[in-house]
T-cell receptor, first 114, second 114 residues
């Protein structure tokens, strides 16, 4: 079964600094992907970034990048130049055993200080 | 692209009444829709998966008769909480997929049962 672990319940970062949110996973699938979503206090889940296990380059989307280390089974999210609007809960997710399903981690609450 | 609209965003109802929540994919055809429940500062719990034109698949422990799901078209799925009670108060959020692994989420519905 798929398992996702986010060990940081909360993180704090100074505005304009970079921050890394940790995510480790366990899967028996040979081919898989990792997702990161952002959930502001308003509640909606915003898709941020995705990387497939066979992608050679780490995915990048604007200020978001994925530090994907397959040997360590980790897929950390790096947010560069943090902004106050980045304060939110962040979830990593991996496709589940049934096609289309996602298994989510526990989430990390990020607070950006001015 | 990939916009999912969820309505209502907030609903308050009396105990014993039923509440319907709609989830619409606005600019793509959603072959699969997912319904989640989320408690404050916790992860998303998948309730059920629905494919257009067929019965929903419920996760273990989710009452089918309490949470009725209909996915009548490729752009609309509804969740009806029947005979709602205070313990059903929660944040409900839907997501939609066009067949790939990425899920696009609605903004969620906060249900308060008095």
């Amino acid at each position: 079964a798929q398992k996702i672990t986010q060990t940081q319940p909360g993180m704090f970062v100074q505005e304009k600094e970079a921050v890394t949110l940790d995510c480790t996973y366990d899967t028996s699938d040979q081919s898989y992907g990792l997702f990161w979503y952002k959930q502001p206090s308003s509640g909606e889940m915003i898709f941020l970034i995705y990387q497939g296990s066979y992608d050679e380059q780490n995915a990048t989307e604007g200020r978001y990048s994925l530090n994907f280390q397959k040997a360590r089974k980790s897929a950390n999210l790096v947010i560069s130049a943090s902004q106050l609007g980045d304060s939110a809960m962040y979830f990593c997710a991996i496709p589940g055993t049934s096609y289309g399903k996602l298994t989510f981690g526990q989430g990390t609450i990020l607070t950006v200080h001015p | 692209g990939a916009v999912v609209s969820q309505h209502p965003s907030w609903v308050i109802c009396k105990s014993g009444t039923s509440v319907k929540i709609e989830c619409r994919s606005l600019d793509f055809q959603a072959t699969t829709m997912f319904w989640y429940r989320q408690f404050p500062k916790q992860s998303l719990m998948l309730m059920a998966t629905s494919n257009e034109g067929s019965k929903a698949t419920y996760e273990q422990g989710v009452e089918k008769d309490k949470f009725l799901i209909n996915h009548a078209s490729l752009t609309l799925s509804t969740l009806t909480v029947t005979s709602a009670h205070p313990e059903d108060s929660s944040f409900y959020i839907c997501s939609a997929s066009s067949g790939g692994q990425t899920q696009y989420f609605g903004a969620g519905t906060r249900l308060s049962v008095l």
